[in-house]
């Protein structure tokens, strides 16, 4: 079961994963907000989505490879930006970019990574993307966006639905908090999993490596917390966009829209990308899946700028899906974490590995050889099947 090759699918990660990470950090993966429909309403509306089975066609010629705005990649698929990421595995950022970046595919750091953009930087040889929160101190901000300026990173990503936070029940009830509560369920779950203790101990020596040290007063992670709980900026509104746009001169996606008028604002604000997304379902729980909300957005705007997708993307059949319903590219949260859980880099390269198979062999079964052919025909549901 462990070797990569008995990994057959991202739920044989996830089961990994839950084995390996202690239950704090999984469960903070592995949730969404309040009753979490909006979390299972993403995988639930992708799997209804049913191919045309066509047969008598040449498909011994396939290419799955096209550009991300302007980025030429093995796929187009990406990963998300997401917080904590290093508390899954030691260092895990940089291990999850280097495979992102060995396969041909985009990696984007979360604002609220465990390892700052100068170690990924480092560690790393090709570009990656950044993803920013917009928070009170303006002053913090524009250092953060020339930090990842001088890094290289070659897109920004502005997160615009997180102002407030949705609540995940189980982060409440395991104590998760900055530092993590130190419980006698905590303590003793850590106990069970030695090799994560090991691999923390023996490779980690990051912390929140954006702020910590880039702020007055905020020199460990014990002074972080009530700082990042209040600087979410609930006055973000799209002049902060423009504002953004002005301050950054490569490519500018905007993360979190879900509808037409959304999207069309955030294009008129300068960006060159949106993201149709509800973060995983882990914000307004009760929203429609994002599966749901992209074929209208991609009508709306999908001629003046790329329409992307994340939520719920479970495998390269869910990939083909977004991409037939006008997403230029998807991005995966959770699989490429449980990846990255169970088996550090090999186990994020691992799971590109599988959606890329996956992806490249149902394209094939649809009598499609070309990724840049696919459209709604493959689809039995049409074009707007929600
Ligand atoms: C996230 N997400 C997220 N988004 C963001 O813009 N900044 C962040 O720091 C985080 N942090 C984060 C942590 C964890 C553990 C998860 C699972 C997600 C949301 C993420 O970018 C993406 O929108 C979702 O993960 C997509 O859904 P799937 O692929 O996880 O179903």
Known sequence: MNRPERITCVEDLRQLARRRVPRMFYDYVDAGAYTEATYQ???????????????????????????????????????????????QHADGEILAARAAQAFGVPFTLSSMSICSIEDVAQATSAPFW????VMKDRAFI??????????????????????????RHKDILNGLSTPPKPTLMNLLNLATKPRWCWGMAR????????????????EDVSSLAGWVAEQFDQTLSWKDVRWLREMWNRKLIVKGVMTPDDAQSAIDHGADAVIVSNHGGRQLDGAPSSISALPTIAERVGQQAEVHIDGGIRSGQDLLRARALGAQAAYIGRPFLYGLGAMGQVGVRRCLEIIHRELDITMALCGVTNIKDVDPSILTTGADPF
């Open 142 to 167: 524009e250092r953060l966006v020339a930090r990842a300026h001088a890094a290289g990173c070659t897109a920004l990503v502005l997160t615009v639905d997180l102002q407030v936070q949705g609540q």
């Open 203 to 218: 490779t980690s020596r990051r912390t929140f490596g954006n702020i910590v040290g880039h702020v007055d007063g905020i």
């Open 130 to 133: 950044f993803q920013l929160y």
């Open 41 to 87: 309403a993403n995988q639930r509306d992708l799997a209804s989505l049913n191919f045309v089975q066509r047969v008598g066609i040449d498909i011994s010629n396939r290419s799955l490879t096209d550009t991300i705005l302007g980025q030429q990649v093995t796929m187009p698929l990406a990963l998300a930006p997401t917080g904590l990421t290093g508390m």
